[in-house]
């Protein structure tokens, strides 16, 4: 019996001990009618050992593309210490740290983390963690009508540069309690938000502003202006960051004159890997002022009854379990091993590694888009500063070259035809410090060969 | 075990009202609410001038363990919040009738919940268990 | 567990300078112009490769896990977590993999996440399944959206009022505040079960659905089900399944037979995929036949011999998206080799070890003198104790007894809920625990209330061998410290 570890001797004298005959005595309580004899539908069991031999066939099937595809998901170099230590067992067989005095490891854990994202986004605060980036910003939203109580209009300014999944995630989540998410244009030259396209919702009650940093396309917002729209207009200004960019960008703690009142994004950059799309790790960080509309949990650092430091959740009066229907939001599990693992991995970098990461993909995106836009009918769809990601327009379609490229082990971009039809025919790719002046090589290649061999045709 | 002063009045959601000279009512949470909800870590006051209907949510009291709105007995315009319970909601524990204080209202009139007097709350708490 | 000086921050042991320069990328330049940069780097501590794992290594050794510890905690499942799910789902093809790179060089994952979805659809007795939620309360969030999706496609606009009994999870009446529906409650019996005189009076033309737990948190099988689900129908309702408690009835009994409309599971609790210290779990759905247009997206389908994802056009009724891409994937991952190897003979064999381990423990302890929350009720999975007893004689009340468990070197039950127990321990030892463990915790449990007996104020102090004592969590509130800050220079 896997996993199961009662003798027949174990399950005699438990029965007796109970006072019933058989186990199936033990579920008399339920309808008869109600009970099924066996499940149908669920494959007989397996040994470890066929399980493992038939995922092994299925994971080596997916094969090992060469990527370029970033778009809310990105790969980076994950260094060995991060997944040896969070898979220890002491860390991943826990759960939430309920018991303090038990669970010290978990909860000076998440004091770490809430401390690293605070200093990575110059804000005063951050939870410790939510589901992942898309979700996190859809509690940004629903924290900032909460939060900003001179608005009554729960409307919120979403730019049509912030990732389109979140902002579909956004509207589902946000929907129920009545927000009112209104898209804002970009500029065709730069790819990125124009800041006198707000204008045009000056003197209305906008609840907030959210402002993607660097934006979907990869390009550089002018966060500075935006956040002062926010504060000029009565609006609270709420980031959406990759956090790697951090390590060079102005953070939104110091956009504008004083800074963002939520900062969010997906820490997935920091040692999660890409998994086929999570688990990933969403973050949030926020002035004081607002913590008690925060959601999730937090962990707080005080003392024991000898005076000595140890570490508990606080701010437990906020959450489902005490405050359940008004509480800040339903959310209870959330994402502690990634968030150990993003702690791991920040702590290896340190700001000098991390500025490096950041350098690198900066300077790889620059060859990419270098290399591509040699290619004949192809150019970088905007200018101006970008971090590491571009879109790409092309003179044909996209999707039948990524499933050609896909053919030759190349993962080459994410296809906006659906997202955004205005840019054409325009691809958006991704290069992280992982991948290589060959590998940019060996990409430019292919799509030149494919271009050249349908252009010939 | 709790405290009910005599002078004071009640409701059953165990907030007390105290008629100041001036005929503003100012009011709080009664010792039993406090010994239930424990060492309090937080408290939220209305801001002055806020008009409030009676039995509206208008602070938020909160321990550890348990949060509790608290609800204005009379309609009527906040004249005061508490602002020293801001940085020291233990005052609530330490003198829930006196410097525990939460808002001061200027009552509009309308007829506001059904109030009780000291023995009536008594029975009341004793009546819940 | 031995006392030991605390582990300091990890800030505490930077050094300018430092670094695990091993994990560093070469330099580059990179062409920011000046205003968009950040003028001073970031507060991340600088450290050596060996005081990172060092470090990290000895806080991992200050937890309590399901792999060091009996982890009884009601409600929770903390069952083994079979290594093997863990590895099978690290393999490097699954972990490399974009979620956004051609659904042709995703076969593989396709293949196993279709395989789950279809095998918790027959566990359930439910006609879809979505993988999509990526934990308990975004399954119950995405339930309560397609029950509100559900009645407003058919014009039934009225309806906004979700009934919760008073045990419930507080993520119940949180969820369907954030689908902007009022919370209706209804009181428990005596016996634990709904009070349906209280349903019927709740029932109405606002009623937009009911959200059960069945077995309910009391530790009890709602044996009036089939009843109440015919009373919400009637009203126009549907019903709502937190699967919280599936394990205690896993291949004995089905969510859908019992007439649930639409039901979360919590893969971390009954398929055994980690709980990470809090997360990441899954909340997969599955809905019934009225609620199938409303599916959380995407949603893995089979074409002939090729898998693929529906998403928002082929499922144009759906609530939408919860997660950036699909959900937890590697938690899905994990949750499906351990369905492969218990295969559904083991499924059944979950809810019947569980509910044996669970009994015993509660005969035992009864025989031991501690008083059952709901005496005369068979145990599901789990059961509670009331130490109101205790508390009124001895002064040592449930939490006092929670922590000076932990100095027995067991993982203290859940404390203080349901709400509605007073002095309540609630208690689930799981399947994977042997006789002689739980043996060993009523021993324990025993052994604390002679102590209470003798030397209250020994337990009351408790625990006396973990690395910290009692926390002040008065103090942690008012003297907010969330986030180390460097010193000012």
Redesign the interface.
């Known amino acids: 019996m896997p996993y199961i570890p009662h003798t027949g001797e174990d399950i005699r004298a438990m029965l007796d001990r109970i006072g019933v005959r058989a186990i199936d005595d033990l579920f008399d309580e339920i309808p008869r009618e109600l009970r099924i004899d066996a499940l149908t539908g669920v494959p007989e069991a397996l040994p470890e050992m066929e399980v493992a031999r038939l995922a092994a066939a299925r994971a080596a099937a997916d094969g090992r593309p060469l990527n370029f595809i970033g778009a809310g998901a990105y790969e980076h170099h994950i260094p060995a210490p991060v997944w040896a230590l969070a898979s220890r067992g002491e860390i991943y067989s826990a759960y939430t740290p309920y018991q303090a005095e038990a669970s010290q490891g978990t909860l000076q854990i998440m004091y770490e983390y809430q401390s690293m994202i605070a200093g990575l986004t110059a804000m005063d605060v951050s939870n410790a963690s939510l589901y992942d980036g898309a979700s996190a910003l859809a509690e940004a939203c629903l924290m900032a009508v909460r939060a900003h109580r001179r608005s009554k209009s729960a409307r919120i300014l979403l730019p049509a540069t912030v990732n389109p999944a979140w902002r579909r995630v956004a509207r589902a989540i946000t929907e129920g309690q009545g927000l009112t998410l209104e898209s804002l244009p970009f500029d065709a030259a730069q790819g990125r938000t124009d800041p006198k396209s707000l204008d045009r919702f000056a003197a209305q009650d906008i609840t907030a502003v959210v402002i993607q940093q660097p934006n979907f396309f990869g390009q550089l917002e002018d966060a500075d202006a935006l956040t002062r729209w926010a504060r000029a207009n009565g609006a609270l200004a709420i980031a959406a960051v990759n956090p790697v960019a951090l390590a060079l960008l102005a953070p939104p703690g110091e956009w504008g004159d004083d800074g963002v009142d939520i900062a969010c994004g997906d820490a997935q950059p920091f040692g999660v890997p890409l998994s086929s799309g999570g688990p990933y790790v969403g973050f949030m960080a926020s002035r004081m002022e607002h913590v008690r509309q925060m959601p999730g949990r937090i962990a707080g650092r005080t003392v024991d009854a000898e005076g000595k430091p140890g570490f508990t959740l606080t701010l437990q009066a906020r959450e489902q379990h005490i405050r359940r229907g008004k509480a800040t939001s339903n959310i209870c599990t959330n994402q502690g091993l990634l968030m150990t693992a993003a702690t791991i991995h920040l702590a290896l970098l340190g700001p000098a590694g991390l500025e490096r990461v950041a350098r690198a993909c900066v300077a790889r995106t620059r060859q990419l888009v270098a290399a591509l836009a040699r290619l004949p009918g192809v150019r970088a769809a905007f200018s101006g500063p970008r971090f590491h990601e571009a879109v790409l327009q092309l003179d044909r379609p996209v999707a039948p070259l990524l499933e050609s490229l896909g053919a030759e082990g190349i993962a080459g971009g994410l296809d906006l035809a659906r997202d955004y039809p205005e840019l054409g025919n325009a691809l958006l790719v991704c290069a992280t410090e992982t991948r290589t002046e060959g590998d940019i090589e060996t990409y430019a290649r292919a799509l030149g060969r494919l271009l050249g061999r349908a252009a010939a045709a | 075990m709790s405290m009910i002063p005599a002078d004071l009045r009640y409701t059953k959601s165990h907030e007390w009202l105290r008629t100041l000279p001036d005929g503003s009512i100012e009011i709080g949470i009664t010792d039993h609410a406090q010994q239930a909800l424990g060492d309090l870590v937080f408290v939220e006051v209305p801001e002055a001038g806020r008009k409030l209907a009676a039995g509206n949510a208008c602070a938020l009291v909160e321990s550890v363990k348990a949060a509790s709105d608290v609800y204005s007995p009379l309609g009527g315009e906040v004249t005061a919040g508490n602002e020293l319970l801001a940085t020291q909601p233990e005052l609530v524990n330490r003198d829930p009738y006196g410097q525990g204080w939460i808002f001061r209202l200027k009552p509009s009139g309308s007829g506001g919940a059904a109030l009780l007097d000291a023995d009536g709350y008594r029975a009341e708490l004793a009546a819940a268990g | 567990m031995t006392m030991r000086k ?2 300091p ?3 505490e042991l ?1 050094r300018h300078g ?16 000046a ?5 001073q ?7 050596s ?1 060996l005081q ?2 060092r ?3 000895r ?11 009996f ?1 009884p ?1 009601g409600s ?1 499942t ?5 290594r ?1 799910c ?1 590895s ?1 789902a ?13 659904a ?6 396709l ?2 996440l279709f395989e789950l979805q ?2 918790l ?3 359930t007795g439910m006609a879809g399944v979505s993988l999509t939620p ?5 399954g ?2 995405a339930g309560v ?1 397609m029950i ?1 999706a559900y009645h407003r496609a058919r014009g039934d606009t009225a309806r906004n009022e979700i009934i919760v009994p008073d045990a419930a ?3 119940n ?9 009022k ?1 209706r409650e209804i009181p428990s019996r005596p016996d634990g079960d709904v009070d349906v005189a209280a349903l019927d009076a709740a029932l109405s033309p606002a009623t937009a659905g009911i959200m059960l737990t069945n077995p309910s948190t009391l530790g ?2 709602e ?1 009036r ?2 009843e109440i689900a015919r009373k919400v129908h009637e009203a126009g309702g549907l019903l709502y399944y937190d699967g919280a408690n599936l394990n205690a ?1 896993l ?4 969510p859908g ?2 007439g649930f409309d639409v039901i979360h599971m ?1 893969l ?1 609790k009954t398929f ?1 995929t ?8 899954s909340g997969a759905v599955g809905v019934g036949k009225r609620l199938l247009p409303f599916l ?1 997206v995407p949603v893995v389908a089979r074409d002939g011999e090729r898998y693929r994802w529906l998403d ?1 056009r082929d499922l144009p009724g759906s ?13 899905l ?1 994990r949750a499906w ?1 351990y ?11 979950v ?3 569980s ?3 669970a ?2 423990l509660l ?2 302890l009864t025989e031991a003198g501690f008083d059952a929350a709901y005496p005369g ?2 145990a599901s999975h789990e059961f509670i104790i009331t130490l109101k007893r205790q508390a009124r004689e001895q002064g040592v009340t449930a939490m006092d007894f ?2 000076r468990l ?1 100095d027995h070197g067991y ?2 039950p ?1 404390t ?2 349901p709400l509605l127990v007073p002095e309540c321990l609630l208690i689930e030892p799981t ?5 002689e463990e739980l043996d060993g915790f009523v021993e324990a449990l025993a052994a604390i209330r002679r102590e209470a007996e003798s030397d209250a104020a020994s337990v009351k ?1 408790a ?1 006396h061998t ?21 010193v000012a220079a």
């Open positions: 605390p582990e921050l990890i800030f930077s430092r670094g695990a320069t091993a994990q560093y990328p070469a330099p580059e330049e990179a062409d920011i112009p205003g968009f940069r950040r003028k780097p970031p507060p991340l501590p600088e450290v490769e990172a794992v470090h990290y290594t806080l991992s050794q200050l937890n309590f896990g399901i792999d060091t510890h982890y905690l929770c903390m069952k083994y977590n079979p093997a863990n099978l690290m393999l490097p093809g699954f972990l490399g993999r974009h979620p956004l790179a051609p042709a060089t995703g076969q593989g994952v293949a196993c279809e095998m659809r027959h566990v990526m934990a308990g309360a975004q119950e969030f959206a509100r999870h507080g993520t009446p949180a969820t369907a505040t954030m689908c902007g529906m919370v009890v099988f044996r089900i089939v009835i291949g004995k009994v089905r037979d019992m919590n971390h055994s980690p709980h990470g210290g809090g997360g990441p779990g959380p928002e609530i939408g998206r919860l997660s950036g891409f699909m959900g937890n994937t590697g938690v991952l080799v369905m492969r190897i218990l295969g559904a003979a083991g499924m059944r064999r809810a019947e070890f509910t044996l381990n009994n015993y005969a035992r009720r068979r929670a922590k932990l993982h203290a859940t203080y809920f399947e994977t625990e042997t006789r102090s625990p973990m690395p910290v004592r009692r926390l002040d969590d008065v103090r942690a509130a008012r003297q907010l410290d969330i986030a180390w800050k460097p």
